[in-house]
């Protein structure tokens, strides 16, 4: 078995008996995806909610939720993966920091969240677990045995979704 790291801006795909794993999830958004049939499993480090507005920057497309994961998604179909079977988890989103005159549904964590959701829906995923928002971090290890996503938070143990 090995452990692979998905750092920020990062998805990578495995096959069982492998973990995807990533640390720190802040306001990022960590989503694991699954097809339990081809067991095929995916994970990506969300920075950021959409590409809009950075298209000319040159940065990488899996550092925002809405290209990143349908890329993530089509490197899984090449990997032999079925769209129509696929499941996703999520954890992160947090509120690290209370900046004054901001809504809790403006932080940037929770507007990834949303776009993460958003992205799902519009790709035909559905997103059967999720651990978001709070202002905690959390480290994800995903397993691509079984599908369970294990989250970890400071002074919190872990859980398992």
């Known amino acids: 078995m090995k452990r692979i790291a998905v750092d920020i801006a990062m998805a990578k795909v495995a096959r069982p008996p492998d973990l995807l794993y990533s640390l720190g999830l802040g306001s990022c958004v960590g989503v694991a995806i ?3 049939v081809a067991r095929i499993g ?8 959409s590409q ?3 298209e000319n920057g040159g940065h990488v497309r899996t550092k925002f939720a809405d ?6 998604v089509e490197e899984m179909q090449r ?6 079977r696929m499941k996703a988890k999520m954890a992160g989103g947090a509120a690290m920091f209370s ?7 403006e932080t940037i964590g929770a507007r990834n969240v949303e776009s993460c959701k958003n992205t799902l829906k519009r790709l035909g995923i559905a997103l059967i677990a999720q651990d978001t928002g709070g202002a905690k971090g959390r480290t994800i290890e995903f397993n ?3 599908g369970a ?10 859980k398992i979704i």
């Not at 290209?67 to 993530?72: K, M, R, T």
């Not at 900046?99 to 549904?105: L, Q, S, T, Y």
């Open 52 to 54: 809009d507005g950075f």
């Open 149 to 158: 996503l294990t989250i970890k938070m400071i002074n919190q143990g872990e």
């Open 67 to 72: 290209s990143g994961i349908q890329d993530l």
């Open 34 to 36: 699954y097809d339990s």
């Open 42 to 49: 995916g994970l990506i480090h969300v920075l950021l909610p």
């Open 99 to 105: 900046i004054r005159d901001v809504r809790p549904e």
């Open 79 to 84: 990997a032999g993966a079925s769209r129509a």
């Open 144 to 146: 691509t045995e079984t």
